[in-house]
């Protein structure tokens, strides 16, 4: 296969043409961003960390019946994947209290959630990614009623199967982001699943494993990276 030219480049990872349209090309890089790009910085080898975890959780989760636009490794910091029309709704799921839930709410973090908390937003850059629920989704058509109760269905499918491959792993999934595409028709989980769009504890100390480190200049961004990937490397 080809990498033909860039036709996208995000906070965290370029996308490339390839000479199959159906595919395309991803490359994951060390740009680290958060608070809707007003903070910039770089993460060493994180493009390698979150491509590999990506591509373990697809393949978990692809394992399992859920449908991704996972395709194959091409190297420490590159992917296939299929080629999808993003649809422009964020999904994030949440278990225990973190983040801007804590504010929206008032409830400490790491509060337990006694259920499972769905939350969507507005994939929009210049709005700065604002939160909207099914009505909004509805009005805007950003995707239809049959789409949404299938990515609900399966966002929550994923939490079950994630939470219970992290365990042994000594963390906790706290939060996480999703998007989904449409792909010859069908809606399939697109994006990442790395510790940039997740929130990951460990289950005994607490330590935060992710972005938050970066987020909130706690130090060891680096090394909580690896961390993850050491531990799913041994799951
Ligand atoms: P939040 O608490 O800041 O709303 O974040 C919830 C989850 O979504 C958390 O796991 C981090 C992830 N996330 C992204 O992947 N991209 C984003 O732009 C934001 C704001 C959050």
């Known amino acids: 296969m080809q990498k ?10 370029k996308v490339y043409r390839t000479d199959n349209p159906d595919l395309f090309w991803v490359e994951y890089k060390d740009d680290a961003t958060a608070f809707n790009g007003q903070k910039k910085g770089t993460i060493d080898n994180k ?8 591509a373990l959780f697809f393949e978990l989760l692809e394992s399992k019946g859920i449908p991704t636009h996972f395709v194959k ?12 029309e993003i649809i422009k709704v964020e999904v994030v799921v949440r278990n225990i209290v973190a983040g801007s839930l804590a504010k929206r709410v008032g409830l400490p973090e790491g509060t337990i959630l006694p259920k499972t908390v769905l939350e969507y937003y507005y994939k929009d850059d210049a709005l700065g990614d604002p939160l909207i629920n099914a009505s909004h989704i509805a009005a805007l058509d950003l995707a239809t009623p049959e789409q949404m109760e299938l990515i609900k269905e399966t966002a929550l499918q994923v939490n079950e199967i994630m939470r219970d491959y992290l365990a ?3 963390i906790d999934l706290i939060d996480y982001k999703l998007e989904f595409g449409v792909h010859k028709g069908e809606v399939i989980l697109g994006d990442e699943i790395s510790p940039d769009t997740c929130r990951f504890w460990d289950k005994t100390t607490k330590e935060k494993l992710d972005k938050d480190r970066f987020r909130r200049d706690l130090g060891n961004v680096e090394g909580a990276y690896q961390e993850v990937l050491r531990r799913l490397s041994l799951a």
């Open 168 to 170: 042994p792993a000594n």
């Open 4 to 13: 033909l030219e860039m036709i996208y480049e995000g906070k965290a990872k």
């Open 73 to 84: 490794l091409v190297n420490d910091r590159e992917m296939i994947v299929k080629a999808l």
């Open 47 to 54: 493009g390698i960390v979150n491509n590999k975890v990506s």
